[in-house]
Every structure is written in structure tokens, then in C-alpha cells.
């Protein structure tokens, strides 16, 4: 189904992002799926018809050569529109980019404030998934749209898609393995109705229904085949089925809590010993993009199991979440984690030859410790929301606990309105002035800051004299009229920047220096 871009531009996550129209005419376009990604080379990759959300991170250091051929190439593949979330990487959209967009008659669209784009691609699902009911598709669209809305998974949506058919249903995926099937009990036989499953970029599968091509199965095809691509969409790609320590995870991570009994039975299911007093530790892990999540999965059980007799771990959404049992203190939870990290990072950065190379880089993030089985699943909810602030805040690397995220834990209970507000107030003459002249005073700030305010250390840091230091020092008191040897202004000060960090996303350590 076709939406028009002014019913997209509407959707709550689009207008909270602040989307404005730059170049191009949204009159009278059509959208087929809203789709992010930061891989420059993208053109090749799309089917026409899509809202290609980006940071503009894979344009970064581009020639306006480069630009212009980026949009080129994003309007030959027949894109819908361009969104570029402005703040990042960069403040206003490339004159490059909005003059090919101008030619090409592409429309770009600006985002003035931080929205996940996870969010903005939900928004857009469910707004196919109300627009395809109101259109009639009748009752039985509506319950597989029920499916999908409620989150209750592949098999239960296959389960509806054979009621309507009344025959099995299989999930194949482009090299017909089997993914899914149907469990009703029903007729198969061996004649089948065939329908591509289409994602943002192009066929991922394809929808069997096992019985003799009726009107009846022609439809539930059709419908079934567009329910279970905005299903693969909401939940992820298409995959192996789940095994039992998989389909925990999944329960554990789902919006509906589990009864504590029932979370300790499905851990002895999985030959974890009974509780012994030392809890849960919950674990969100985040690796690069180019990492196939199916394999940090077993890397990270067998990493974690050289500290932890008892691992469980599975794929959440994007990020990878695990389960171990808890250490009696802090620092021994630092202390085991980190060794498991490293062999996270040497597992990872084994190549496909077997050929040990550099560590992979991976974040791993331990939420608080929990007692309670029946609090497994929202830790683990608590963990992967840390890890998001975490990287939110520069970190790409390394072992972090709860207790070091505390700051930007409590800040981010405000929301991005007090983000905003406190980063104006403490640090918003910095971001200026750095915008405007190409300086680096906010980095200077932010690396003064987190060297314990010693000048050698930080001059040392940013590669400048001691008295290059002195002077960037004294103007950034100046700007701000602040003491920076007033330990209460220091506080505000990195609340600042942090604040700074979470609504953006910028590491100020990157500064903004030419």
C-alpha cells in the first residue's frame, strides 16, 4: 500500500522531529516503506518508493562531487524522500544536497530535533497497518493487523493466516529454507498459493499457504504476505527459528511481565541450578552495525561462560541482552565482566578464515541486579535502556555498570525539552561559538572537565601548548562567565555537555574545528 508523504509527514514521531521540507514537492508523492540507514552507497540498495531516514554519518568528510552523487543516485533508485537529522553530523543540509534534490525534483527533508528512528518507522507500520483496514480488507485483515499491532509474534500470525485459509501456512525465506509454519492442525495439500513477502528492499521471502488456489487462499495470501512484512519489520529480519533460550528472551523482553515462577521454571528448562541468594545480572550488549547479531549471540554466551557457570543470551530488538547470576559486589561484577568483554572483543574479531585480527569493539552494559526472577524482564528493559544512553554519551567500547551511567540515567527521566534547556543555559554560548568559527572550546571544555581539571594532562590530550590551553580556557570563561575552578559551576558545566550529548548524540570530544 502507497501512503501519500503528507499523511507520513503528520505521524507523531515526524512532526515531534520537527520534519520540514527543504527542497522538493511532497504534494502528490507516494511512500512505500520508511527505512534508515547511514550507508553511503545506498541507492543500490533501495526499490523505490521509500523514506530513506539518516544522520548523515556515512556523508561526513564528503566532497559536494560526493553529495551530488549520493542524491543522484538516491533518485534513480526512485526514492521517495530524504530526511536528514540535522545536529549530528551536520547543522544544515548540505548546499550540494538540497541543489542535485532541487534538480532531481527529490524532496529533503530537515529534522530539527533528536527522534529514534526506530519510532518513525513503528509510526509508519501502524499507519499502513490502519490504512489497509479502513481501505476493506475485511474482517480477516483486521485480525491478522491485530496480530501484528499486539506484538504476539510470527507463528501467531501464521496461526490467523491459516484460519482465514483454512489450510497450513510456511514462512520460507529467498533460498526456501523453512522459517515458520503454521501449528493449526489443517488441511496440506499438495497444491499451494504462492505470495512474495516485499521488504524495504525488495522480496525477503515468501508466504506458502498448502491448499488448492481458491478465492478464499488467493486472499489470505495477499493479506498474510503484507502482515508479515510489516511483522518482520516491527520485530526484525527474517531468521532461524527461535530456540528455547531464544524464545526466553523474547518472552522476557516483551511488553506483558512474567510471572516469577514461571521465569525460574523456564531456567531449570534450560539447566540453570536454583537460585542461590546472589540474583540476576542483566546485560545489554551493542556491537558495530557491520556484525551480524546471529553470531555475537554464541560469541558472548561462550565469553560470558568463562566467568558465569549459568548464561543466557538472545537477540532483543538490535542489541544482543543476556542473563547472568549476579556477583555479591560492585567490583567484582566489574572485574568478572571485564575479562568476559575481552573475550567478547577476541571472539568478534575472529575473521570468517578462522584468522584471529584486531578486537572487535563492543559496549557492554550490566543493568542493577535484581532478586526477584519476575523482575528479569524489566532489567533487562532497564539494561538495554542504559546501553542507549551510554552510546548516546560517546561510548562504543568497553564494560559499563549501572552505577556509572547514574547521571545520564536521571537526566534522561526529564526528557529532551530539559536537555535542551540545560545545555543552553550551561554550555549554549560554546555550541555557538564553535558552530560559527569552527573552534574547538566545547571539546576543550568537555576534555578539561574529564581529566579532573588539570591543564597539563588536558593540553597534552588535545595536542595543543599548555599555553594555547591557557588562552582557550580563559575565553571559554569569558563566553560563559564562569569560574572554572568553582566546583559547583563544574557540575553544571558537565551536566551541560552531557545534557548536550544525549539530546544530540554528538561526542564533543569530535569538536567542531575544520
Known sequence: MLIPLSDVLALPSFRAAGAQVLAGRPEGVLVRWVHSSEVFEMGGLLAGGEVLLTTGLGLHGRTSEHLTAYVEQLADAGLAALALELGRTFFEVPAAILEAAGRRQLVVLGLRQVVPFERMVEDFHELVVRQRAHAGGGAGWGDLAQVVIDGRGLRALLDEVSRAAGSEVELRDRDEQLVERSTIVSVAEDAEVVEPVRGPAGVVGT????????????????????????????????GQRPGPSQSLVSDLCAASPMPGSEVTDRLADLGWPPADGRGWQPIAVAVEPGTALTDVVPALEQALRTVSASVLAGIAGSRVVA??????????????LTEAHAELARRLGVGASGDAGAAAPALLVAGPLVGDPAELGPALGTARELLELARRTGRRDGVLLARDLAAPHLLSSVGPTAWAAVAEEQVGPLIAHDSRHRTELLRTLDTYLTLGTSKAAAASALGIRRQSLYDRLERIQRLLGVELDDADQQLGLRLGVLAWRLRTGIDPRVGFGG
Open 207 to 238: 508466504l506458502h499457504v498448502l491448499g488448492t488456489a481458491t478465492r478464499q487462499r488467493r486472499r489470505a495470501a495477499a493479506q498474510g504476505a503484507v502482515a508479515v512484512a510489516l511483522e518482520l519489520g516491527r520485530a526484525g529480519s527474517l
Open 323 to 336: 542473563v547472568v547470576r549476579g556477583w555479591t559486589r560492585p567490583g567484582l561484577a566489574r572485574t568478572g
